[in-house]
């Protein structure tokens, strides 16, 4: 049984591995884990003595069969408790990410699957990641394309966000935006990248780094 360190970084691992390659540096984990090289050197020769990670010195790491399996699990417990957190206890978007990183290391399969059924198998989370299933496979992802990447006059529907902060989902909030908003894109300004977009007859000004979190259909 893993700890939840341990978790933590298996999660971490195919997050990288996601949002790069497959092989993982040391100083890459480090980053994400905000520690120190030697810790994360110590904890990569951990999970590879359990056979979840392989590790090579000065080269990096990647996750096993195993490994991507254990990540995967974690993943979709995360997704359904933010899932039940908002559709059914009412929390916002922005409140659900930390209370999910506790409560994703709860070990039991039956509560993770009785939760799944209880939610009647959702496919994305509320903020439009992709849920795997039992098995850790995917439906088709909804996140097709950043709003940065639109033309003028295009009418877009949101699909989903990067995760963020707090301060970003209060943000997204207060500017009325949220899964399923339907946005105009009205004018985009080669200054600073920013778009000028219109939801509900309301205009509003989002910088590239806003556009660049949140993708649409």
């Not at 691992?13 to 480090?30: A, C, G, K, P």
């Not at 020769?45 to 359990?50: E, P, T, Y």
């Not at 929390?91 to 659900?96: A, I, L, R, S």
């Not at 963020?164 to 600073?192: M, P, R, W």
Request: net charge negative; charged share 30%; with cysteine.
């Amino acid at each position: 049984m893993l700890t939840q360190s341990e978790e933590n970084y298996l999660k971490a691992i195919y997050s990288l591995t996601e949002e790069d390659s497959e092989i993982v540096s040391t100083n890459m984990l480090s980053e994400k884990m905000k520690t120190k090289p030697s810790s994360v050197t110590d904890m990569l020769r951990k999970l590879a003595d359990k056979s979840y990670v392989s590790y090579l010195k000065y080269q990096g790491c990647e996750l096993t069969d195993k490994g991507k399996d254990y990540a995967l699990q974690i993943i979709r417990k995360h997704r359904l408790w933010e899932v039940f957190l908002v559709d059914k206890l009412n929390f916002g978007w922005e409140e659900v990410h930390e209370i999910a990183e506790q409560l994703e290391h709860i070990k039991s399969s039956k509560l993770t699957d009785e939760l799944d059924s209880f939610l009647n198998f959702p496919k994305v989370d509320p903020h439009g990641d992709p849920i795997p299933d039992k098995n850790g496979n995917f439906s088709n992802n909804l996140k097709t394309k950043q709003l940065s990447l639109t033309n003028i006059n295009d009418e877009v529907v949101i699909t989903g966000v990067e995760d963020g902060s707090i301060e970003f989902f209060q943000f997204l909030k207060h500017c009325e935006i949220g899964l399923g908003t339907k946005v105009k894109i009205i004018a985009k300004y080669n200054f600073d990248q920013s778009v000028l977009i219109s939801i509900n007859k309301k205009e509003i000004i989002l910088s590239k780094q806003v556009s660049q979190k949140i993708y649409v259909q």
